[in-house]
Structure formats: C-alpha cells, structure tokens
C-alpha cells in the first residue's frame, strides 16, 4: 500500500526530498544534532501509519478529480478555487497531524499559513489543483516533526 | 447553496425528516417537552452552516464517484467496500459534529455503532455506495442534539 | 512515568483489568479468536504513550482538585456536578481515542452513552468526583480496540 | 457567566483589548477596511460560547494551582515548565478554535509558533505559570478572526 501511496504522491510533484527539507528547517533550531536521515526515518515513519495513507489517497483523489472536471458542482468550483473557508482540506490535514498528538498542529498552523518550500510550490502550480496537497505536505511535515520531538525527548512517542 | 446542499441529499436518500426522527428519539428522554418542530429547526439551523454544507457535498461526492467507478484505486476499493478501518468517513463526520461543541461525540457514536433508523437504512443499501452518507446523517443529529442541549439548558450555544 | 499514572489511576479507582474486561466485550464480536491477554497487550500499549499519560494525569487531577474543593468558582460546581454541557472531558478524551485514528470515535461515543462495565461504576461513585474518570476509561478502552482493529488487519497501526 | 470568565482573565492578565489587536493585526492584510469594532464584537462573540467559556475556566484553573503548587505531581511540574511535549494546553485550545469551523486552525499554529503580542508577553511573564493562557490567547484571536473570514464573506458563519 506504502508504494501506491508514494507513487501518486509523486505524480502530483510530492516527493520525501521535498518535505524531509520541511521538517529539518523546522526542527533544526530546536536539535542542533539533527540531520536529514533522521527527518527522513520520520516522515518514513508518518507513511507507514494506515489513516494516514487514507488521508492522503482521498486528499489527492479529490484534487485529480478536480482537476479533471469530474466532481458535481458546487463542490467542483470550490475545490478548483482553493476556495479559502472550504476547511475540508484542513480537516483532513490535522488527522494526519494528530496521528503524533496534538503538538503538531502548531507546526501545521505556522507551515500552511508561511507555504514554505514545497507547500508554496504546489500553492501557486498553474493548471494544477492542489488544494489538498498543499495541506497534505504540510501535516506530513508536522507529524514527522512531532516524532522527532517525541523520540529526542526519550520514551514512548506521542 | 442550502437548496443545493438538501437537493443533493434528498438525491442520496437523505432526508430533513429522516433526521429529525433520530434526532427526536435521541434528545426526547432527556427532554421530555421536545417536540419534532424543535428538533427540525436545530437540524435547519446545523444545515445552515458553512463547514457542514462544506463537509455533506465533499462527502457525498465521494459516495457518488465511487458509485460510479471514477475514483482512482485504491481509494475506489476501500470507499466502495466501506472498510471499517478507512476513517475518513469519520474524520469528516467530526468536523460536523464539533460545530456545537464535543458534547455532539458521544451521541455520533452511538448513533454510528447503533445505525439507528435512516443510518441503519443507508449502511445496508445495496448497489449504492453510502460510505460517507450513513456518517453524514449521524454527524447531522448528533450535532442537532448538541445544539437542543445547549439551547434548552438556556445561555448561548456551545 | 507510566508507574506513576498506573498508580494514581489505581488510586482513584481505575485498573487495567477494569478496561480490559470492556475492550474484550467490545472487540470480541468481531474477532472470536481474541482473548484478554491481547486486550491487555493493547491497553498497555496506548498507556505507553506520552501525550495518553499528560491527558490522564491532567484529568485525575482535576478530579481529584474538584473533590478536595480547591479549584475556584464556578469551574469546581460544574466539575463537581458533572455538568451534562461541560464538554472538556470529552475533549481530553478525544485526545486519547486519537492516538490509534479516527476510528475510536464510534467506540468511545458508545461506551460514554451506554456506561458499561468500570465506567458506569465511575459515574455512579457516590462521594468521589469522577468527571474525568469515565470518560478516560472510555477513552483508552477505544483507543486499544482501535489499535487491536488495525493490527488484527494486518500492516501498520492507525 | 462570561462577567465572571472575564474577571478571571483579566486577573490573569488577559484582555480583550490584547486579543483584539492580535486579531486586527491577522486579519487586516485581507480584509483592508476591518477596524478594531469589528474585531471586538468578533471576540465577544466567540466568549458568548459555553464551551469556550468552559475550556477557558479549565486551563486558567489549571494554571492557577500549578502556580499554588496544589496540583500532584507529576503534573504539577509538567505544567509549571510549560514542558514543550505536554500537549494538553493545545487540546484545550483546538475545542476554542473548532467553534468557527476549522479555518482557525492555521491562524492558531501561526500565533502559538510566533508568540505575537499579548501572547508572547504571557509566554514570557516571570514567576507566574502561563502555560494554558497564552495558548487560550492565541485561540480566541483565531475563531474571532475565523468568524471575521466567515461573516465579511456573507452567509452564514462556520
């Protein structure tokens, strides 16, 4: 299931280059010992877990289908429009978040609000729908982050 | 965009009364002066609210491209087969029920485990796909409920 | 750490007996060959968890706070009576279904409704404030019958 | 009930006014003809709400007796350090934010990262305990600057 996740994350221009960049620029402050194999091992990590692969398939099922004109209206032009108070596509963004509790979400906030790196990118692709991508990138950036946060603290994650 | 939103529930087989009827069965013990004109307004009064129009259509067309085998797979499959283990159909059923506060959660799950009345008719409809619908209605009354506590308790909502 | 929240949960009335005994009532029904040493695996495991450990303490002692009268007004009333609008235990609670997915929702809306088991005993405890109490059994109860769910399926967890 | 909510944060040197410029500040860039009326009738409506008012009763008591240090241990030390890792401080916060729908959600990861304002200066007050209190800021500045994103686009809120 993992592969077929990462294939059609590839295929709408997610890779896990793009968002271990993400989680090390956000982390690296706070673990001066960080590198990007251990931001890599996280967001492996975040992969791994079913809802998240749930969350992802059905976030980028609907921006293909977006995108593709396939979806019923009004629902189509709202998504097409990253239409700023649809709030689905965050909805399914802080499930991926939580999947290492609740401290990712501040990560969250501040990643989806500044589009740094990749997230921007997919912001502002012309021609593409990515209103969930954005978002998707973003949580999976976040809950990597909080398990690295987890795992130098010591103990059990989350 | 209500008219939209009820119009495409009606073409879903979900209906205002529907609703109403597991709203009522479910508040009348704790109220027992409720009445059916009480439990229709608070049902209007959750369907007018953005994030749940917002959560029903993105929702329902998932149903409905699964129906007819537009979904990408995997994510046709697991939709299509109403996998227990999925959980968006929930993640999106929350975001309606948070509307009027967490006391909602506990009415959508029983409501969710109980399949009581229209949920019950839904989650064994054949040839048709309800995987979101069936959490939407409960999402619906539980939110509506949510919302008679609240108001007859006196005070502000939520 | 996870000897003192065993303890302090002990201390207020709380076993993991308690808890496994409703997560086997729970998961049962749909895995025949489950047995309470699993349960028992599973609820140990959700008890490993730190942020499940930072929500457990925190309710245990506002419990506790309520009863010894040291809280301040009008936050000792509502907790002391275990004011049905509250809604704060059900969101340390939702904390704890979290962890293993959305999919512990319907079992923690469930069991919240129909008090089985330990919980119905927690809520009726005459004397003692239990506000948080329930709820958290009910939480981690859900949140070890979710993890038992995915792993029975097979792949990662959540 | 919201005089009382009031008095206690302002003892806690918590604001309106504080909270009003944070959301001035937010949601100026989008909307250029917002003034601080409208900023304050915003925040005086999210404080109407029952469960805010009960998540903010909660964490300022909470705070309080860790600065009494009648909390048990160990969450008492826990919640004094404002442990990083904790996590519950945000939990509170998300059930103030969800009243507007889940739009709120950025703005709060944005706040509670970049500590603006009035909640930068609970983050850092010495000798007093501010670890749910300047989470609650940056919550109720996010569903008021949530339902302002709602309300200037027409339609009902949320």
Redesign the interface.
């Given at each position: 299931?993992k592969e077929?996740v990462l294939r059609?994350m590839k295929e709408r221009g997610i890779t896990i280059e793009g968002i271990v960049e993400i989680v090390f620029d956000l982390q690296k402050p706070y673990h001066p010992s960080l590198n990007k194999e251990n931001c890599r091992e996280a967001v492996n990590a975040v992969l791994?877990?079913?809802?998240?692969q749930?969350?992802i398939?059905?976030g980028l099922?609907?921006d293909?289908?977006a995108e593709k004109d396939?979806?019923?209206?009004?629902?189509l032009q709202?998504i097409k429009e990253d239409e700023?108070?649809?709030?689905?596509d965050?909805?399914?963004a802080?499930?991926i978040t939580?999947?290492y509790?609740?401290?990712g979400?501040?990560?969250?906030?501040?990643?989806?609000?500044?589009k740094i790196g990749l997230i921007g990118k997919l912001d502002s692709r012309k021609g593409s729908v990515n209103t969930f991508a954005d978002d998707i990138v973003a949580a999976i950036a976040s809950a990597a982050a909080a398990k690295i946060?987890?795992s130098l603290?010591g103990?059990?994650?989350?």
């Open positions: 299931m077929i059609q791994d877990k079913r809802e998240v749930h969350a398939l059905t099922a609907l293909i289908m396939l979806l019923p209206q009004p629902i709202i700023s108070l649809y709030g689905i965050e909805i399914l802080i499930a939580n999947i509790g609740t401290i979400i501040t990560s969250f906030g501040y990643l989806d609000k500044m946060a987890h603290k103990g059990s994650e989350s």
